[in-house]
């Protein structure tokens, strides 16, 4: 089976590896995007196999490697070693974390020119964990999120982890702001000016990096996602 599954006019994603986070085994997910002028945008980079990596290259050429927060980074040096020529972009905050990493630059409120055509973006602030930057793929419709939306079927986490996924709303009827975050957003006012930038797109579909993808009523979906933020 291919590594790249495509889900949109020129969007595919990829199913990574699990990675491990204080004990919680996490699936990942990166997403492809083809520019308009035919270069690659590659979102929150899975691990770069061979396979994968030939069907990246058959699609064309790898100009930009996107960290989209601040938690969302152990790839890029394999990616960045891969595609020496591509730019890499950081979430804002991961530069200072990830200091061994090469940056071009970080990731502003408004989409490079190199992208801005096909792909809009909203930054999330007002969060005390990590500092989102939400991507809308035009042509399909897509919202991207990283981490602020998680879903994971029940019973992916066992014993006292089942638990705190549970109380955690990891493991909800549908994918939900964490809890952890929903503290974390200690400035509410700036996170919903965000976020309604977010809810302003025309959403038909809404992707993340854990958790199934939403198509049905996504944009319904989004609003009550996001509704304990009064947006
Ligand atoms: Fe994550």
Do not use: C
Request: net charge positive.
């Amino acid at each position: 089976m291919p590594s790249l599954q495509p889900v949109g006019p020129g969007i595919w994603i990829a199913d990574g590896e699990h990675v491990s986070v204080a004990g919680f085994h996490y699936p990942t997910r990166m997403a492809l995007v083809r520019l308009t002028g035919g270069g690659l945008f590659i979102w929150s980079p899975t691990a770069l196999s061979s396979a994968l990596q030939a069907e990246v290259n058959a699609l064309g050429d790898v100009h930009f490697i996107v960290a989209p927060n601040s938690l969302h980074h152990l790839f890029i040096p394999q990616w960045q070693a891969a595609y020496p020529a591509a730019k890499t972009i950081a979430a804002p905050g991961l530069a200072a974390h990830r200091k061994d990493i090469a940056f071009t630059t970080e990731l502003g409120e408004t989409p490079d020119a190199a992208w801005a055509n096909d792909i809009d973006q909203a930054v999330v602030h007002g969060n005390a964990i990590t500092t989102e930057v939400v991507f809308f793929h035009r042509a399909s419709g897509t919202a991207l999120f990283t981490d602020l939306l998680q879903n994971f079927r029940p019973g992916t986490f066992k014993g006292w982890r089942g638990l705190v996924a549970k109380l955690d709303r990891m493991t909800a009827d549908e994918p939900q702001v964490l809890q952890k975050f929903r503290v974390a957003f200690t400035d509410r006012k700036a996170a919903r000016l965000s976020i309604r930038r977010v809810l302003d797109w025309p959403v038909q579909s809404v992707l993340m990096a854990h958790g199934p993808i939403v198509e049905k009523d996504a944009a319904a979906f989004l609003k009550r996602a996001f509704s304990w933020l009064k947006v």
